[in-house]
Structures are given as C-alpha cells and as structure tokens.
C-alpha cells in the first residue's frame, strides 16, 4: 500500500506559476504563498509570530518614551521595474523617508498587497526580494502583512501599500508650518532623477538613458543631520510634482514666500535633456530618494556639511531662501537673470510639442 | 514654433530612420523629411522627425555675433549719461 | 548640451539687454509681436521680460496651435473616442483643452474613451499596427512644423496598407494668421493695437523658409526677424527689430541662419503638398473664420481622412461669453484684462485655451509671470 506522506505539499511554482484567486482566499494556498514567499525574504522575529497583529516592545529612544510617528503610502507605480529599483524597495524607501523626514527613527513596516490574477509569480518573487533587501539594508522589519487578489482585469499587476511606524525624541519639531524669512532652503542631491527613469521605460516615450531611479531610504542621514543640533525648520521629500509642488505646499503652510536661485539647483545633463526631450522641467519631475531641507541661515554650513559626508548627499547645495511673502509664491531667478514664478501645477506635468 | 531640439545623429539606419543623442540621451527618430544626413550631423528634431540639419559655421556666427553686440552693448551703456 | 546652453548664456544675456538699452531712442515706445508659442514660452521661462527696457513691449501673438483650436474640433476627436470607439491617438497638449459639456480629451479618457498621449506619429502608427481590429485615428494639430510628420505618416500607412488608420487633420498654416492680425481693425484702421514688428517663428520657418515672409514686410512695411528658440536668439532678434525701426526699414532678416534658409525645406514642403490641400476657410478660435488658412487632406489619401471615414459633422461653438481669448490671441487684451483670469480662469480649471496650453498667454502670464501684477 502506498504510503501517504503527511503533511507534504508541493512547492510554488516560481518560474511559471501565476497568482490565482486562492492566493487570497485565506485557504492553505494563501498561506502557502505567504510562508514560501512573503515570510521567507521578509522573515523576522515578529512576522514570525504569526498573529493577525505583531506585538512590538513600547518605542523608545534612549531608554525615554517618545512619541509616535506613523505614515503610509499607497505604490501604484508603473512599469514594475525600472532602472534603478522597482516597486517593492520603492515601497519600503518611500514610507521609511516619510517617517523620517518628521525627525524621527523608522522602526517597523506593515506591507499589504493587492495582487492581480495571473501576475506572474517570477515578477512576485523579485518584487518581495527587493522589499527584503531594502528592509534588510534600512534595518526596519515588515512586521505585519495583508495579501488580497483581483480578478484579472481589474488590477495593474500589484498594488503595495506600506505603513511605517518611527519614534520621535523630545525637542524635536519638524514641520512644514515652522519656516520663517530667513531660512536657507537646500537640497540634497540632483533633481528629476526617478520620474526621467520612469518616463524612459513607459510604452509611446521610449527613450535610451542612462538614468536610474534615485530610490533610496533617507534616514541615515537625516539622523546625521539631526545630530549637529542646527535648527532645522521642516525637511520631506520632494516626491509626486518634484521640487516645485513641495516647496509650494510649505511655502502655504507656513504663510511664506520662497526665492531659488536656478544656477544652483543641481540636474544631471541626461535628466536635463530627457527634459528637452520632453518638454518637461526638471523641477516638477518625481524624486525618490532626495531631500529638501529647511533650516535656520546661521546652520546651513553645518546641515550641508552633515548631509556631503554622507554618500546619499554629497551634491547637497543651497538652492535659495525664504522670504515673506503674503502671496506665497516660489520664485526663482533664471540662469538668464530675469526671474519668475515657479508655480504649483495643476496636474502631472504633461509631455508637448509646442 | 514649437517644441524642437537639436540633436547629434550618431547613426544612420534602413528606412530613413536615425539614432540621435542629446547630453546622452538616446533616440530613433526619422529622417524621412531629409536627405544625404550623415552620422556626426546636427539636425532640429521635431516630434520623432529631423526637419533641418543645423549650419555649425552660422552657429558660430550667431554666437560670435552675440558676444560682439554684447560688447558693444557693455561699453555703449558705460558711455551712456 | 551642445547649441542649447551656449544660447542660454546669462553672461552674453546681459551685453545684450545693456546693447537693446543703448540702442532705444529716448522717448520712442517699440511694440513686437511674438508669433510662436515657443517663443512665448522662452520669455515667460527664462523672465526675459525683467532685461528688456521698459519701452519694449512684447505682445503674445496666435502662435499656439492649442490656443487657436476651435472647441468644435475638440469636440470631435471626443466623439471619436467616446462614441465610435476609436483608439484616438493625440499628443500631449491637447489633453486638458476644455471643450463642450464640460469634457476635454482627458476627462473622455476617465469616461471610458481609449485616448493615449503619443509623442510623434510613429507612434500611433505602431499602434495601428499593433491593433488591426481597431480603428485607430490620429488627433493632428499645429502649424507647418508639425504638418510634414503627418504627411509622412499618412503616406506610410498607404504604402504599407495600414486599413485602420486615419487622421483628423486640423492643421493652420502661419502666414494666415500674421494676414489676419495685420488686417484687423485693431491694427489697421484704428491703431490701438501698435505693432512695430515681428519675431518670426523659429522652427515653423525651418520648413517654409524666410521668403514667406517677404510679402508681410513689404505689404504691410513692417519688419520681421525669425528667431531661433533660445533666450538669447530672442534677444538678439530684439535689438535686431529695435535698429530696423530705428533705421525705418521694413525687411526680413533671418536671426536663426543656423537653421532657415530662404526656401525652407523643400522636401518636407514637397511632402506635405502631396497629401494636403487648401480649405477655402477654417474656423479659428479667437480669429473666427480665416479663409485659406488650413489644411485638409487630399482625394487621394480620402481614405486616410477620419471626417470623411467617420462622416464627422463639425459643429461650431461659440465661446464662453466672459472669455477674452479672441481679444488676448489679437493681443488686444492682455490676461489681466480678461475678467475670468486668475479667478474663475486658472490653470486648475481653464475656461479657454489660452489658459490650457503653457504657451498660452494666460497660462505663461498665471505660471510664470502673475507676481508682477501683485508688487
């Protein structure tokens, strides 16, 4: 009589298998695909306890309880895969920065996915490897997780929604309401990188360029930074809209005005001439992995010089100043000499050809 | 009119089509409105199509004369009243 | 990047402003009309505007094929999509242009309609190809840069026996639109829209060449110096118009020699003669109805043309009551005189195209320049 072997199930098929329905039907398939694939790059001690919610130690930052930062952020990018990164490191970077750029330390991520039918589950396995290492290398564990499949159809492949967690020490504010006429407005690093990156791979804008997405998790430096004891105003990161939005969105949060100077705002020469390409300008294009930094006039030497020791800052430049302003414009200064507004598009910025 | 660039080709394929590069971007564009386009050549790129090829000496002219009108100018203004 | 940065010198930016300075007669006022969008662009962009004297004025010509599309054209390739189910292939500038029933191509798109953004007709070419079951039309706009691709691309679908491609060709020619500002009573009769001059369009001239031109400069004794695209190319054609006034001659003189000749490209134009024809008129929004304006496509490439495939039925719009596009486009008004700017009309919700496309007077005013009008 043959022998049943217990407990034996046959392994995902990661070459050619593609999600199905029962992927998320909370039945042994899913649980399958969660512990050969999900648990298995992401593992650690609290994912592993297997629980509908991951029971964490109280936050606190030497030895003192501190406060609570919480962020999430829905990815929905498209294609998948671009050069320099994907959806799933771009998941972890996105959300880490968020809580960071608040000032405090990220400590925990939850990542839930929303999976279409018939994704093919070599592109899963990559996207949740890359997750893993980003993590990995950021030292902030996914903790918790959540997997839902659409019929084919109605889903663009995957669909990651990451929250992340931080702890915030006493003594520090930051925030986009708290700049004032004065402070020096600086970034850190070339602008435009990762939207380029992303238009040079979308189907109708193909494109040869060397440009890869600048997808990176911040909170290094941005610990860095704290650590000098400057005054820093607000830092975020310049992500949907580029430059130009954000610097818009604090300019109206804090009732000021902006003056950039446009010669020492940093583009690399294939971004900038992707933008040629395009029609498009550079300061309304997707960042990923940069920086703007608010901080009073008397600290902007220390902040730069914190932010060029670290590798994610070493082109970390000044680019202007905060003015008063009723109108709250952003300006800026033309390589040209003249000057005008840098305005707070309406929507995305849109390829042209007049 | 309109939104064109100019371009370096840097190969000259079939079908009158072209490999263009601007500050290391890459393109394929066509060249279906030209003739006799050699690789090395600057042409004005419009939607995916080089419409003229660009002149370098009048380039240099152009350039020379904005400098020489500059100067002029500079030295004009100091004279002003 | 080479012929780019080194016209964007800000250095040489300064000799020339101080030149124009040196070079405007005390007392005397010098009116330009830029007659392209890019060139509108490049002043808002680079805030030229801030290095010219105060005697310079520029004046925003019709110069945006976006600006001068009638909503009745738009309207069309919305029917397309939403109602014949077509892949209706466009470039980008025209998405966001507000048309009837509160529509635009992009909100049509939201509603269903395959409307994809393409960055050349090769594109939508591939397209066609790549989807025989599907009727695929292409939205064509713009002036004679933008006619000679098109041409390519209809002849191409022929030779290549491409049965599901068409184009709905809405493409204005430049001369009209320099006639038709000329001959306004504005201008003519009544002078209270003073023009010295023109700057030619930079890359429409690349294709029909500095002899156009002529005839405007001697008819109408005014002078005309084409402009390459860059900020120091419009300057120089500046102090070039400056010294022509000036010296009261009235000629044509070719600043962007780097590319335009006096004949153009004939190839493109031969092209384009091939697969187009003359309209006996053409509405355009702003100008109303130009005769000899536009083009459609010829009985022989019939097959190619969605208006005739589709029996399309225009229909003329009037604008919005309060909108003084027309007026801005003659630049008889500027935006601020415009009721609607900057409250009702803004580029979050545009009432007319001037507002739409960056070229547009208003959209480059609100963008770039509407802190002037607060200090």
Known sequence: MAEIKRGYV??????????????????????????????????????????????????TVDGRAGRIVMSTDCHVVSPLF???GDIGCLSVHGTINDVAVMGAAPLYLAAGFVLEEGFPLADLARIVESMARAAHEAGVPVVTGDTKVVERGKGDG??????????????VELGGSRVRPGDAVIVSGSMGDHGVAIMSKRENLSFDAPIESDTAALHGMIADMLATGADLRCLRDPTRGGLAATLNEIAGQSGVGMMLHEKAIPVKQVVAAACEFLGLDPLYVANEGKLIAICAAGDTERVLAAMRAHPLGREAAQIGEVVADDHHFVQLTTSFGGRRIVDWLAGDQLPRIC | MCLAIPVKVIE??????????????KKEISLALLADVQVGDYVILHVGYALTKLDPEEAEKTLALFAELG??????????? | MKYIDEFRDGELAKNLAASIRAEVEPGRSYSFMEFCGGHTHAISRYGLSDLLPPAVHMVHGPGCPVCVLPIGRVDLAIDLALNHGVILCTYGDTLRIPASDGLSLMKAKARGGDVRMVYSTIDALQIARDNPQREVVFFAIG??????PTAVAIQQAEAGGLRNFSVLCCHVLTPSAISNILESPEVRQWGTVPLDGFIGPAHVSTVIGSRPYEFFAEEYRKPVVIAG???????????????????GRAEVENEFSRAVSRDGNLKAQDRVAEVFELRREFEWRGLSVVPYSALKIRQKYAAFDAERRFKLDYRSVPDNKAC???????????????????????PENPIGSCMVSSEGACAAHYSYGRYKDMH
Request: proline fraction near 6%.
């Open chain 1, 10 to 59: 046959r392994p995902l098929d990661l070459k050619q298998g593609r999600i199905d329905l029962t992927h998320g039907s909370g039945g042994r398939s899913m649980v399958q695909l969660i512990s050969e694939l999900f648990a298995k790059h992401l593992g650690n001690e609290y994912l592993g306890q297997g629980n509908d919610g991951a029971v964490m130690p109280a936050p």
């Open chain 1, 82 to 84: 671009f050069p320099g």
């Open chain 1, 158 to 171: 995957v669909f990651i929604t990451t929250t992340g967690v931080g702890v915030l020490r006493d003594g």
């Open chain 2, 12 to 25: 000259v394929g079939a079908d009158d089509t072209a490999i263009v590069d601007l500050g290391g971007v």
């Open chain 2, 71 to 81: 100067e002029a100018g500079a030295s004009g203004a100091t004279a002003a009243p």
């Open chain 3, 143 to 148: 002036f004679e840069t933008t006619t000679p």
């Open chain 3, 229 to 247: 695209f860059e900020p120091l190319d419009v300057m120089q054609a500046i102090l070039m118009l400056v010294r022509q006034v000036n010296e």
């Open chain 3, 324 to 346: 003084d596009c027309g007026a801005i486009l003659r630049g008889v008004k500027k935006p601020q005189d415009c009721k609607l700017f900057g409250t009702v009309c803004t």
